[in-house]
């Protein structure tokens, strides 16, 4: 009779605990999608590393939105790109309706501090170990893939310096993943590339940067370790590789001149790409019109908008 008993409570309590569990993986959803809404970031976990995604309010997975990745310069993490105290991308996401993530580069220091990025040539303990970023990145796109609504066709990268360098790298090993990328302060590192398909490719750099020189080489202001870095290579090479590697065959057109900022564009390359140069007279080694400013370095130019030149260039690459 006390068997009886027991099994009959068992069955009353075992589906107030499966609803209980119910309700509170229903509160704890409603709770993630009100963080975003308020414009916090979730974090995911790919390959032991921090990856930061923030979603547009009010976004919908059940409508794919682009997916932007925001890439850290050499010496940063994830969260000091997502903080728009110095970038403003969390922002430029709300506005423009894109989800933006923020993995973390190479490091062996909790927290993931002073990461860096295998991007050929450069840079630091990420080159010299040969680790793999660019599986670490197909990684991360297959991560928020699966859990947010994401449009495959219109997945793009963007990165400071080292990370810069590491979107060009990612145009040439994961063309297949991105439709177009864009480099803040970074050029070509690789030492090879053969990309399976074009890619639109944009620069941004200052011609007083002092760590990645315009006109080539690393300047007073790169890693005091010289063996970390490289002898950079200049932006007009940078630029006349991927003219070749897009076969663009017309002449570029100035499509941006103000006071302190240009832009030249090459259009009517392979596959319907572009290949852009926006360059701005100051604002050393840095992102453009970004709010924040290092210690003892120059204010970034507010010649341009970085982000608004960027999203603009990758709308363009996606119709």
Request: net charge neutral; charged share 20%; glycine share 12%.
């Amino acid at each position: 009779m006390r068997a009886l008993l027991l099994a009959v409570a068992l069955g009353t309590l075992l589906p107030a605990a499966q609803a209980q569990g119910t309700l509170r993986e229903r509160i704890q959803a409603r709770v993630e999608e009100r963080r975003a809404e308020r414009g916090g970031l979730q974090e995911l976990q790919v390959q032991g590393r921090q990856v930061l995604v923030h979603l547009p309010a009010g976004h919908d997975p059940a409508r794919p939105a682009p997916l932007v990745l925001a890439l850290h310069g050499g010496g940063g993490h994830a969260g000091h790109m997502a903080d728009d105290a110095n970038y403003g991308l969390q922002k430029k996401a709300d506005a423009a309706g894109f989800v933006v993530a923020f993995p973390n580069g190479d490091s062996k220091f909790p927290g993931g501090r002073l990461a860096t990025w295998n991007a050929g040539g450069c840079c630091g303990d990420a080159r010299d170990r040969g680790v793999d970023d660019v599986g670490f990145i197909r990684a991360v796109v297959a991560a928020i893939r699966q859990r947010y609504g994401i449009d495959a066709d219109r997945v793009f990268a963007a990165g400071m310096s080292n990370g810069g360098m590491m979107s060009l790298r990612l145009a040439c090993d994961a063309a297949d993943l991105f439709r177009a990328v864009a480099a803040v302060a970074g050029t070509d590192a690789t030492a090879g590339c053969a990309p399976s398909r074009p890619v639109s490719v944009l620069l941004i750099h200052a011609r007083d940067d002092d760590h990645v020189l315009f006109n080539g080489g690393a300047g007073a202001g790169a890693f005091r370790d010289a063996s970390k870095i490289m002898d950079f290579v200049s932006v007009p090479e940078t630029i006349s590789r991927w003219l070749q590697r897009d076969h663009c065959p017309a002449p570029p057109q100035r499509t941006l001149e103000r006071p302190g900022a240009s832009c030249d564009t090459h259009a009517g390359c392979a596959g319907g790409t572009t290949v852009q140069l926006c360059v701005t007279d100051t604002g050393g080694h840095a992102w453009p019109g970004a709010p924040g400013r290092r210690l003892g370095k120059a204010a970034p130019s507010q010649a341009l908008d970085a982000n608004d030149v960027i999203w603009r260039f990758f709308e363009q690459a996606s119709r």
